[in-house]
């Protein structure tokens, strides 16, 4: 009982970190793609 609630816990903070690091990742694209265009 306690191993599938560690089980779940693990698993849904995998998939918030997983989708934490697309939003950081999908913010850094727009922010280099607008200094880039900024500057060229």
């Known amino acids: 009982m ?3 609630c560690f089980k779940g816990l693990f698993l849904n903070s995998c998939t918030f970190f997983k989708g934490l690091f697309a939003l950081f990742c999908h ?4 922010l280099s793609v607008a200094k880039i265009r900024k500057y060229f």
Do not use: E, P, V
């Open 2 to 4: 306690l191993c599938t």
């Open 27 to 30: 913010f850094f694209k727009g």
